[in-house]
């Protein structure tokens, strides 16, 4: 499972059995927009719950110099809450740009007007693009799964 962490939506990707296809899972509304990062909604412990992933790949938003700012310091908080939460381990993926990546994916999709602005579109896509990224980099040979590419572990 990734979650591109953000103060109004949270996007959920989940992957198949295969760990093959990353798959866009839509967005958990956070009811609180001033919430610190580690004020988890309901709603995401149900789904982790249910899912009952191996890992949840969390996204963190360098800078792009590569430092970590309050966003990122507030998405790690919100990992770290999850994994006290749910016994379930995370990983801290670099999701730089990832955002901007997914809303020009979904331009190219050419989707009507309507449906292309649906809130919450991009911010799935873009936790699929970063669970994509990180199934490939840990079906690459010679890569150890947990701590490939540029994600950092957590336990």
Do not use: C, N
Not at 20 to 43: C, D, F, M
Not at 118 to 146: C, F, H, N, Q, V
Request: hydrophobic letters at 40%; charged letters at 25%; a neutral charge.
């Amino acid at each position: 499972m990734a979650l591109d962490y953000g103060r109004r939506r949270i996007g959920v990707a989940i992957t198949d059995p295969t760990r093959t296809i990353a798959t866009p899972h839509g967005v958990i509304e956070r009811p609180k927009r001033g919430a610190p990062g580690s004020a988890l909604p309901g709603e995401l412990i149900v789904l982790v719950t249910e899912v009952e992933p191996e890992a949840v790949l969390v996204g963190i938003p360098f800078s792009m110099d590569g430092t970590a700012g309050a966003m990122a310091e507030e998405a790690r908080a919100f990992a770290q809450a999850l994994r006290e939460a749910t016994g379930v381990r995370t990983i801290e993926w670099d999701e730089r740009l990832s955002t901007a990546r997914a809303e020009r994916e979904i331009v190219t999709m050419q989707l009507p007007r309507g449906k292309r602005g649906r809130k919450g579109r991009a911010d799935e896509l873009a936790a699929s693009l970063m669970l994509s990224a990180y199934l490939r980099s840990a079906a690459a040979p010679g890569t150890e799964a947990s701590v490939s590419g540029p994600g950092l572990e957590s336990q």
